[in-house]
């Protein structure tokens, strides 16, 4: 059955099955708002042929990739989420299998988030659009501005392994001997990414007073020197400390690893500046938190090669326009 067959009532009638039937149904959502916090308010946008395909991703994964997206921007502030709400442009003849398996797969992220989907719009349209807007609170927002000289730059976990699961969908046969589960393990990170609202708790836990953070998702490099710009000083990344995924050796190149650890994009990993001490402090309690360099007296973003000091450009990296 193609969403035309069903009508605007029909679908959203199915839809509403995955939102809480105390909260939906009327024109507006009404949520409760946690005391003395801060509502963090964050927007995504997917569309069909730019950010998913059929080739690449299965309904279930786009509808968790869109969610994880917006999570991870809660989680690069701080915030606990609270709720999400979704709009869908979609063209007549989609088929109703196809939006129900997209919202499955919302489902599924948001419930490992415990958070609920409390309304949206749909409307029609020539490609498949997905709009999500994402309410979280926070008591002590991060922000990108607060790095200072002097702190050590921290990431959450390794990059690249999105760009190398997205490059296994997309041309598979050219890695027919890589291992099974690099390669699961690779495809799973692009399909399915882990937005990192478990580091909220240990930063709370340690007190830490001051720390400049975002996510990952346009690369690594991009949000280095995001931080960096922000904050008006330079970053300076270790090559020998890049945070490299298990098995992308055997897939390419060094220069090639090298390339999408820094620019392959959608690890929806924190990067994080904060004083060196607690950093170390948080790679202990973390798995998976390392050290890969520091914040010094400048502008930009250089990558350290043995003695070779490679400057770090923006227009390296994704840009939709």
């Excluded at 890695?175 to 589960?181: E, F, G, N, V, Y």
């Amino acid at each position: 059955m193609q969403i035309w067959q069903l009508g605007e009532q029909g679908l959203l009638q199915r839809l509403q099955r995955f939102c809480p039937p105390d909260i939906i149904g009327d024109d507006a959502a009404v949520l409760s708002f946690p005391p003395q916090q801060s509502l963090v308010v964050t927007s995504d946008t997917l569309v069909d042929g730019v950010h998913f395909s059929p080739q690449t991703t299965a309904p279930e994964d786009a509808g968790w990739r869109a969610v994880a997206a917006n999570l991870s921007d809660l989680a690069a502030m701080g915030a606990e989420p609270l709720a999400i709400t979704v709009s869908l442009a979609l063209p007549r003849e989609t088929e109703v299998a196809w939006v129900e398996a997209l919202y499955g797969g919302m489902a599924a992220c948001l419930e490992r988030f415990a958070t609920p989907l409390v309304g949206g719009d749909v409307c029609r349209s020539q490609q498949a659009v997905i709009a999500i807007t994402a309410f979280g609170s926070v008591t002590r927002p991060i922000y990108r501005h607060q790095a200072q000289v002097g702190d050590a730059i921290a990431v959450t976990g390794p990059h690249g392994a999105a760009r190398a699961g997205l490059e296994l969908l997309l041309q598979d046969g050219q890695w027919r001997d890589l291992d099974p589960q690099i390669r699961q393990n690779f495809i799973c990170a692009h399909q399915r990414p882990l937005p990192r609202l478990d580091l909220l708790a240990p930063l709370k836990q340690l007190g830490v007073e001051r720390l400049a953070g975002m996510d990952s998702s346009d690369g690594l490099a991009d949000a280095v020197l995001q931080l960096a710009r922000a904050s008006g000083v330079k970053a300076q990344l270790w090559g020998d400390r890049l945070p490299m995924p298990t098995g992308l050796s055997e897939m390419v190149d060094s220069d090639q690893a090298r390339d999408w650890l820094l620019w392959g994009g959608e690890d929806f990993e924190l990067v994080l500046c904060l004083a060196p001490e607690a950093a170390e402090r948080l790679s202990q309690v973390v798995e998976g938190v390392s050290i890969i360099g520091e914040i010094v007296a400048g502008q930009g973003a250089v990558l350290q090669l043995g003695d070779r000091l490679e400057t770090l450009a923006m227009d390296s990296g994704f840009c939709h326009f």
